[in-house]
């Protein structure tokens, strides 16, 4: 069994930071991807950001330029600094992560964790 250990959100003022972090853990052959989505109430989940497992990184458009994602050395942790936070970015950011467990594939989400923007 995987689990997703999300931390790192909170409260913060307009122009502010937080990092998140993501650790995997379990049995854990390799990991294929590993991100964050978000979801603010009305929205669909978009993508945040994510590291692939060949070390490609995809950013939401709306995030470029602000946030950053890494991964520590042996892969299984993934860092989400977000900077110059706007009221927009208040939502509800998930962990997910493919990871190779056994001999296959699966999908993991984390529970989720609450970063709000506002003055």
């Known amino acids: 069994q995987v689990h997703l250990v999300e931390s790192g959100g909170g409260v913060v003022q307009p122009g502010g930071s937080l990092r998140l972090s993501c650790a995997a853990s379990g049995s854990i052959f390799g990991i294929n991807a590993i991100g964050w989505y978000r979801q603010a109430p009305g929205n669909e989940r978009e993508l945040v950001a994510r590291v692939t497992g060949g070390g490609g990184t995809n950013y939401g458009d709306s995030v470029k330029g602000r946030f950053t994602i890494s991964r520590d050395n042996a892969e299984n942790t993934v860092y989400l600094q977000m900077n110059s936070l706007k009221p927009e970015d208040t939502a509800v950011y998930y962990c997910?992560?493919?990871?190779?467990?056994?001999?296959?594939?699966?999908?993991?989400w984390g529970q989720g964790t609450q970063v709000t923007v506002s003055s």
């Open positions: 997910y992560a493919r990871i190779l467990s056994g001999a296959a594939y699966y999908s993991y």
